[in-house]
C-alpha cells in the first residue's frame, strides 16, 4: 500500500508488478524487469518509488514517474525482503543469508550505489538502469 493509501502493488510468478488504484481497482502500470517470480515489494516514504525483489537474486527500484527501474545487484540468492527506512535508503535480505543496506543516493563514477552487508563480505552492488 502507498503512503498515502491511494495505490497498492501486486506482483507474482509472472515476473511483472502492478501498481492498482484503491478507489477504482483500475489497473494503473505493468512494471516489467524481473527475469523469475516477484515475491517482496514496498513503496519509498513518499510514494515516488516502489522496490521489488525477486528469485532471480535482483532488487529493482522503480521511479513511479518514469515507469523506469534501476536493477541493484548484490544478493547470490532469491530476494524475499524489501523494504525502505527513508527514501534515500533500501534494506533487503535474501536466501543468501545476507541483509544488504543500499544507500540509494550515493553512487560512484562506475554506477555503483554503496551498501553495507550482513554479514560483513564486499559492501557494494552493481546497477543497471533497466529502460
Given at each position: 500500500m502507498s503512503p498515502d493509501g491511494t495505490r497498492f502493488a501486486t506482483a507474482g510468478a509472472n515476473?511483472?508488478?502492478?501498481?492498482?488504484?484503491?478507489?477504482?481497482?483500475?489497473?494503473?502500470?505493468?512494471?516489467?524487469?524481473?527475469?523469475?517470480?516477484?515475491?517482496?515489494?514496498?513503496?519509498?516514504?513518499?510514494?515516488t518509488a516502489l522496490a521489488s525483489g525477486g528469485e532471480d537474486d535482483a532488487v529493482v527500484v522503480w521511479d513511479l514517474g518514469t515507469r523506469s527501474g534501476t536493477?541493484?545487484?548484490?544478493?547470490?540468492?532469491?530476494?524475499?525482503?524489501?523494504?525502505?527506512?527513508r527514501e534515500d535508503e533500501l534494506v533487503t535480505g535474501a536466501n543468501d543469508a545476507r541483509i544488504i543496506r543500499w544507500s540509494l543516493s550515493v553512487a560512484d563514477a562506475e554506477n555503483r550505489i554503496c551498501a553495507e552487508a550482513y554479514p560483513r563480505s564486499e559492501a557494494c552492488g552493481t546497477t543497471r538502469p533497466d529502460s
Open positions: 515476473r511483472t508488478v502492478k501498481v492498482w488504484d484503491v478507489a477504482t481497482g483500475a489497473e494503473l502500470m505493468t512494471l516489467t524487469g524481473h527475469s523469475a517470480p516477484v515475491v517482496a515489494l514496498a513503496f519509498s516514504p513518499s510514494g536493477t541493484l545487484t548484490g544478493h547470490t540468492g532469491p530476494v524475499q525482503a524489501v523494504a525502505f527506512t
